[in-house]
């Protein structure tokens, strides 16, 4: 094997991706990954250390959130940028280690020391010998790394979710204790089963704190998400696709590009920006193009303009792709050869003067499609609609919601949400946030007594107004179980950001989950079958069965 990866939904045969991701990432970059990861935990180690000894540094806990998000799926694919990443990150935990040092020891972490905390590489031409010992593999049993990594990887989604929040200037010091800590002790080999089944739940009660950090950054900064018709066609400007999910990206986008004749149109998670009404006094922001991020390829090319990724997820363009030249990455994002906007810096904003400038020289979009899609069902927009809500569900006219959130992939098995959507009952509703909704947002499903069918929270961090929603029902029905509310969960999953979601609901009591369309290849037969046993965590079957089923 050049490389083992499970860590996505597509891992290849359903049991991981051996030679080259299938989301594209070559295996001298999924060791790199590793690598990254393995210097995080050594940075980890020493910084709880500092902390305790009153020796804070912001900065530190930036990079290993910065860190951990570049190695969710489709986010970075960039050799150099983790080469560059790995030797920051030594530098950082060796001051460290020499600001503990230098405070006198005692400390009873330090009395076992992982080999993160102590390999020292005498050239950048050690990494990839290193990263080759550092993966999913270095640990043998089964099932402790299936608890490892399922841990892992809801910390990966916390990270994205908790940069977010930073960027907007929200931060909460006990996420990066936890996370830390929670890598730290990731190293230690006397952890048990259980001890570790503990410590997922712990991760998806702090999977709920970052989410509800980022909530409150996103309606801080741009106001409480509302309902809105977003138009699908095109104008007849030049334009700027962003995707990703950053709103300060998108934010200080929009500023940049008022008065200068290009439009911003969004793409995949970043449509939920126009839900937003710090958004809506931009008139060049023209509406959302195209559908979830798998559908690239094709859409790209029609776009004509160029596209600006603020994260995930990139799909690598094919060698004959004409758009090549047209895409640029920013932040956690990157991808060899596409130009890379650098940070901002402290106080001021992104430079987007160069993307902007290629806009005005590119040909308006081709239009793909025509129309509007409604969306803005966060929890503030489904609360002023509560007493609609509360009386449909008394009357019956609701008979159940489903929660349909997560993500979208390429996979056949996934028209199974298409399907599954258009043949709900027409006295059910479904709630959704990521891009698992481009699978049925532009059916016809109507409304129930001017209640839309699909309620759209927005990005996939947004399915905290999830909970947050089903929290308040059960707070009006007066139900002491928040599993008695007429609510099912069919969730499609991704990448990491989904792992967090999934382990946040686990967190707040939510059984019943069933994920598709496959189950996760990281976790083994005996940890699939706890969360089986304690949670009711079930896989999808056909449509027509598994609605029978949701409504008994």
Same mark, same amino acid.
Request: charged share 25%.
């Given at each position: ?17 051996? $030679? ?109 010998? #290193? ?52 890598? $730290? ?34 309606? !801080? ?11 699908? =066609? ?33 793409? !995949? ?61 920013? =932040? ?20 987007? !003067? ?51 959130? =997560? ?29 698992? #909704? ?10 129930? =007594? ?103």
């Amino acid at each position: 094997m050049s490389m083992f990866c499970y860590q996505c939904q597509e891992a290849a045969k359903g049991t991981g991706c051996t $030679v080259k991701g299938v989301c594209g990432k070559t295996g001298d970059v999924a060791n790199l990954q590793d690598l990254l990861l393995f210097v995080i935990k050594g940075i980890s180690f020493y910084n709880r250390q500092a902390v305790k000894k009153g020796l804070e540094d912001p900065e530190v806990d930036k990079f290993v959130i910065n860190g951990l998000f570049t190695t969710v799926t489709n986010t970075n694919f960039d050799r150099n940028a983790f080469i560059d990443l790995i030797g920051k990150g030594l530098e950082i935990r060796n001051k460290l280690r020499e600001k503990v040092e230098s405070t006198g020891s005692g400390d009873s972490d330090a009395v076992r020391l992982h080999d993160s905390a102590t390999w020292e590489p005498s050239s950048i031409d050690e990494y990839d010998e #290193k990263a080759k010992s550092t993966g999913v593999l270095s640990t043998e049993n089964e099932d402790i790394r299936s608890l490892r990594e399922l841990i892992t990887y809801g910390l990966k989604g916390m990270a994205a979710y908790t940069e977010h929040a930073m960027n907007l200037g929200q931060n909460d010091t006990s996420i990066h204790k936890f996370v830390q800590e929670t890598l $730290v002790a990731l190293t230690n080999d006397d952890l048990n089963a259980e001890e570790l089944t503990n410590l997922v739940l712990e991760t998806g009660s702090y999977g709920v704190k970052a989410m509800s950090l980022l909530d409150k950054a996103n309606t !801080s900064a741009y106001g409480n998400p509302e309902l809105t018709r977003v138009n699908i =066609g095109v104008r007849n400007n030049p334009g700027i696709l962003i995707s990703g999910h950053d709103l300060k990206d998108m934010e200080e986008l929009l500023k940049q590009t008022e008065g200068t004749g290009v439009d911003v149109y969004t793409h !995949s998670e970043m449509l939920p920006a126009h839900y937003y009404p710090a958004f809506k006094k931009y008139s060049h922001f023209a509406g959302n193009y195209g559908h979830s991020w798998w559908k690239q390829k094709e859409e790209f090319e029609t776009f004509n303009g160029p596209i600006l990724f603020t994260t995930n997820c990139i799909v690598p363009p094919p060698k004959n792709a004409t758009y090549k030249d047209k895409v640029y990455t920013t =932040g956690a994002a990157g991808f060899d050869g596409f130009p890379h906007i650098p940070p901002r810096k402290e106080g001021g904003e992104k430079d987007f !003067s160069g993307i902007i400038e290629h806009a005005k020289k590119c040909k308006p979009p081709v239009e793909i499609e025509n129309g509007e899609i409604v969306g803005g069902f966060a929890h503030a927009q489904v609360f002023a609609l509560a007493d609609k809500v509360v009386e449909a569900v008394k009357s019956g006219a609701i008979r159940k919601f489903f929660v349909m959130a =997560g993500c979208d992939g390429r996979m056949k098995s996934r028209e199974y949400y298409t399907e599954f959507a258009d043949k709900l009952p027409e006295d059910t509703v479904v709630l959704t946030a990521g891009c698992a #909704k481009y699978r049925y947002n532009k059916l016809p499903l109507g409304d129930i =007594g001017g209640i839309p069918r699909v309620l759209d929270a927005g990005q996939c961090n947004d399915s905290y107004s999830l909970a947050v929603i089903a929290m308040k029902l059960k707070e009006v029905f007066e139900l002491n179980d928040i599993n008695e509310l007429p609510i099912a969960y069919n969730i499609a999953w991704y990448e990491q950001k989904a792992v967090i979601v999934l382990l946040a609901l686990l967190s707040l009591g939510v059984k019943n989950i069933h994920l598709g369309p496959t189950l996760p290849a990281f976790l083994s037969p005996n940890v699939a079958n706890v969360l089986v046993e304690k949670f009711g965590i079930g896989g999808i079957a056909n449509v027509e069965d598994d609605i029978k089923m949701f409504l008994s």
